[in-house]
């Protein structure tokens, strides 16, 4: 069964600092997608980055990259130079593009504070 | 190009009232998803649409709630009667295609029940 795992519940950081939210899942699959979500305190939830299982290369959207790690099935988020902007819950969701359906699960969340 | 919408934004009911939320994907996209988020937790799957058929239910306690699409479009989640438990916030999104395609929520409906 699918499965993933935030074990950091909260997070400080320094502006300007680079921060690293910790993400570890476990699936069966060898083809699924990792994904990572930010949901500021008005709710929505806004798309950060994917990474696919096959892919050969880290993901990197600006000030997001995602140091996928697949033998130890981790797919932390690194944020450089943060901002204030950036305080906000951040969730990592994975997709199991064989046996799951297609169906999303995904973590509890690492609330993130950038201290001006 | 506009994001999904959903509506209301907030809603307060009583206990056993019926209530209603309404979602529109973004433009095109075939896949819609409903989701429940509780609290200081993740969101999880209620229901999944590819255009206007239900293929992924299996989370959506069919006593109380009920979903639509009806034309492969917008889509309404209802819930008769309310319990204190479904305080929560619900959340809608859609994708171009199942698979690996990229899901967009919308700004999510936060429920109270009294």
């Known amino acids: 069964a699918q499965k993933i795992t935030q074990t950091q519940p909260g997070m400080f950081v320094q502006e300007k600092e680079a921060v690293t939210l910790d993400c570890t899942y476990d699936?069966?699959?060898?083809?699924?997608?990792l994904f990572w979500y930010k949901q500021p305190s008005s709710g929505e939830m806004i798309f950060l980055i994917y990474?696919?299982?096959?892919?050969?290369q880290n993901a990197t959207e600006g000030r997001y990259s995602l140091n996928f790690q697949k033998a130890r099935k981790s797919a932390n988020l690194v944020i450089s130079a943060s901002q204030l902007g950036d305080s906000a819950m951040y969730f990592c969701?994975?997709?199991?593009?064989?046996?799951?359906?297609?169906?999303?699960?995904f973590g509890a969340g690492t609330r993130l504070f950038v201290k001006a | 190009e506009a994001g999904v919408v959903q509506s209301p934004r907030y809603k307060i009911i009583e206990k056993k009232q019926p209530v209603a939320f309404w979602c529109n994907p973004i433009?095109?996209?075939?896949?819609l998803y409903w989701y429940l988020q509780n609290l200081g937790q993740g969101p999880e799957l209620l229901i999944r649409?590819?255009?206007?058929?239900?293929?992924?239910d299996s989370q959506l306690p069919k006593d109380r709630f009920s979903a639509e699409r009806l034309k492969g479009v917008d889509s309404t989640l209802k819930i008769q009667p309310a319990e204190l438990g479904d305080s929560a916030v619900y959340l809608c999104?859609?994708?171009?295609?199942?698979?690996?395609?990229?899901?967009?929520f919308g700004p999510g409906t936060r429920l109270t029940v009294l």
């Open positions: 999104a859609s994708s171009l295609r199942r698979g690996a395609d990229t899901q967009y």
């Open positions: 699936t069966s699959d060898p083809s699924y997608g």
């Open positions: 990474q696919g299982s096959y892919d050969q």
């Open positions: 969701a994975m997709r199991e593009l064989n046996t799951g359906g297609f169906k999303t699960i």
């Open positions: 433009s095109g996209h075939n896949t």
């Open positions: 649409y590819e255009n206007e058929e239900a293929v992924d």
